[in-house]
C-alpha cells in the first residue's frame, strides 16, 4: 500500500507510484526529480521508443510460470533489475539511500549507490543489498581513488562508471526554481569537499540557475577519456561497468578496453537533449558487442513487459531510476519495496504470457520495431 494524505492506496501499476509521489513531494523537489534537460525531448522519446517496441509471444509452450531470477555480473538477483544510481535521495525520503537499499535487498535486487548520495557509502553497504558503487570523475584523482578503496572496503561488488557528465545537461526546471539543497542533505561521500558540506555551492542560490549543476561542474571533471580507464583498472579489481554508453563504436572501444560490462543510458534524458532512446541505441550496441559482455540498459523503463522488451532486444538486464523514488518518496521504504515487487510481479506475469520459462527464453523472443526505432548505424570513430 502507497500511503497518502487521503489514506492508503493499493500499486496497481507504477503509474499509481508515480502520482502519490507527485502528491507527496514539494514541487520543486518534484521537478528535480522528473525534469529532463533542454526541451524534454528525449525524456518522452525513451517511453514513445519503449512503447513502440513489440513481442511476439510463442504459443503453447507448457509454461506456466516465468522464472525471472538470474545474475548481473556475479551479484545473485531474483530478476534482472538494478536500481539506477540517483543521488541525493534524502531529498524525497529522510530515510534516503538507506531505505532505497533496504528495499533493492528485501526485492532481491541490485542497488547502485550514487557517488554524490545522500548517505555514506559505508553506511548504504552495511544494509546488505547487493550494492554497486557509480563513480564520477573528480577533478582530483586522489579523492576518486579514495573513493574506490572505499567502495572496495564496504564491500560493494562492482564499480559503475558514468560517462555521460562531463557537465551536467541544462535541466531547464531546475534552473526555473533555482534549486538548491536543504541543508540536511549533503554529498555525504565527500564530506572533504569544499563544496559538499551544509551551506556550500550545492545549497547557495544561485539566481537564474541551479546549485546542485554549479556544485557539479565545480566538483567533476569534465575531460574524461578513453585513457583514464587504464588508470581506473590498475587501481582495482572489482568488474568495471560504464553507464552512459549509446554508440555502437564506444561499445566496441569499451570492450577492447576490458569493461566488464555497460549501461546503453542517456541518463533518463536528463543529458544530450536530442539523443536517441536508450531502447532504440540497445540493437546496435547489442549486435556490436556480440555477447562478449552483458549490456545493461536504462531510461524509461516503467514496467515489467518494459523490462521483457530490453531482455527480448539483448540486454542481460536494466536499470530503473525515477520509480524507484517515487516508491520512497511515497512510502519510504515499504513504498520503494512495493515498487519493486510490482516489476517482479509484472515481469513474471508477462514471461508466461509470452511463453517464457527463464530469462534465456526471453532473450530469444521475436520484436518487432518499427522502422525508423531502430539506430540507424551512420556514426563515425571520433
Ligand atoms: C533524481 C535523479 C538523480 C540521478 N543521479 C544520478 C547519479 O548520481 N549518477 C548517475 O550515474 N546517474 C544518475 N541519474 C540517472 C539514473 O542513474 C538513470 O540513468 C536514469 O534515471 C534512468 O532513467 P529512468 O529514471 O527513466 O528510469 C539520476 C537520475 C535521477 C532521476
Known amino acids: 500500500m502507497i500511503s497518502s494524505a487521503s489514506g492508503s492506496r493499493a500499486l496497481f501499476d507504477i503509474g499509481d507510484a508515480e502520482r502519490a509521489a507527485f502528491r507527496a513531494l514539494p514541487r520543486h523537489v518534484w521537478d528535480f526529480i522528473d525534469g529532463g534537460s533542454g526541451s524534454e525531448s528525449t525524456l518522452r522519446a525513451n517511453r514513445t521508443a519503449l512503447d513502440q517496441v513489440c513481442l511476439t509471444p510463442r504459443a503453447l509452450t507448457?509454461?506456466?510460470?516465468?522464472?525471472?531470477?538470474?545474475?548481473?555480473?556475479?551479484?545473485?538477483?531474483?530478476?534482472?533489475?538494478?536500481?539506477?544510481?540517483?543521488?541525493?535521495?534524502?531529498?524525497?525520503?529522510?530515510?534516503?539511500?538507506?531505505?532505497?537499499?533496504?528495499?533493492?535487498?528485501?526485492?532481491?535486487?541490485?542497488?547502485?549507490?550514487?557517488?554524490?548520495?545522500?548517505?555514506?557509502i559505508e553506511a548504504i553497504?552495511?544494509?546488505?543489498?547487493?550494492?554497486?558503487?557509480q563513480l564520477y570523475w573528480l577533478r582530483d584523482r586522489d579523492r576518486t581513488e579514495e573513493l574506490i578503496k572505499r567502495a572496495e572496503a564496504s564491500g560493494c561488488r562492482a564499480l559503475v562508471l558514468t560517462v555521460d557528465v562531463p557537465r551536467m545537461g541544462r535541466r531547464l526546471r531546475d534552473m526555473r526554481n533555482a534549486f538548491t539543497l536543504p541543508n540536511t542533505v549533503t554529498a555525504a561521500n565527500l564530506p572533504e569537499s569544499p563544496a559538499a558540506g551544509p551551506g556550500s555551492t550545492a545549497h547557495r542560490e544561485q539566481p537564474g540557475g541551479s546549485a546542485v549543476m554549479v556544485h557539479t561542474a565545480e566538483a567533476l571533471d569534465p575531460a574524461l577519456s578513453w585513457a583514464d580507464l587504464e588508470w581506473i583498472r590498475d587501481r582495482t579489481g572489482l568488474p568495471l561497468v560504464l553507464k552512459g554508453i549509446m554508440d555502437p563504436a564506444d561499445a566496441s572501444r569499451a570492450v577492447d578496453a576490458g569493461v566488464d560490462a555497460m549501461v546503453v543510458s542517456n541518463h533518463g534524458g536528463r543529458q544530450l537533449d536530442g539523443a536517441l532512446p536508450s531502447v532504440t541505441a540497445l540493437s546496435s550496441v547489442v549486435r556490436e558487442v556480440s555477447g562478449r559482455c552483458p549490456v545493461l540498459v536504462d531510461s524509461g523503463i516503467r514496467s515489467g513487459t518494459d523490462v521483457l522488451k530490453a531482455l527480448a532486444l539483448g540486454a542481460s538486464g536494466v536499470l530503473v531510476g525515477r520509480p524507484a523514488?517515487?516508491?520512497?518518496?511515497?512510502?519510504?521504504?515499504?513504498?520503494?519495496?512495493?515498487?519493486?515487487?510490482?516489476?517482479?510481479?509484472?515481469?513474471?506475469?508477462?514471461?508466461?504470457?509470452?511463453?517464457?520459462?527463464?530469462?534465456?527464453?526471453?532473450?530469444?523472443?521475436?520484436?518487432?520495431?518499427?522502422?525508423?526505432?531502430?539506430?540507424?548505424?551512420?556514426?563515425?570513430?571520433?
Open 62 to 120: 507448457g509454461v506456466t510460470h516465468g522464472d525471472c531470477a538470474g545474475e548481473l555480473l556475479g551479484s545473485p538477483v531474483s530478476m534482472p533489475v538494478a536500481v539506477a544510481p540517483m543521488a541525493y535521495q534524502r531529498l524525497v525520503h529522510p530515510d534516503g539511500e538507506l531505505a532505497l537499499a533496504r528495499a533493492a535487498r528485501s526485492a532481491g535486487v541490485v542497488f547502485i549507490a550514487s557517488m554524490l548520495s545522500s548517505r555514506t
Open 125 to 133: 553497504a552495511g544494509v546488505g543489498a547487493e550494492t554497486w558503487f
Open 325 to 382: 523514488l517515487w516508491g520512497l518518496a511515497a512510502g519510504g521504504r515499504d513504498g520503494a519495496s512495493e515498487v519493486l515487487h510490482l516489476l517482479h510481479t509484472e515481469l513474471e506475469q508477462a514471461m508466461t504470457l509470452a511463453g517464457c520459462a527463464d530469462l534465456s527464453s526471453a532473450g530469444r523472443l521475436t520484436t518487432t520495431v518499427p522502422a525508423g526505432v531502430l539506430a540507424a548505424r551512420t556514426g563515425t570513430t571520433p
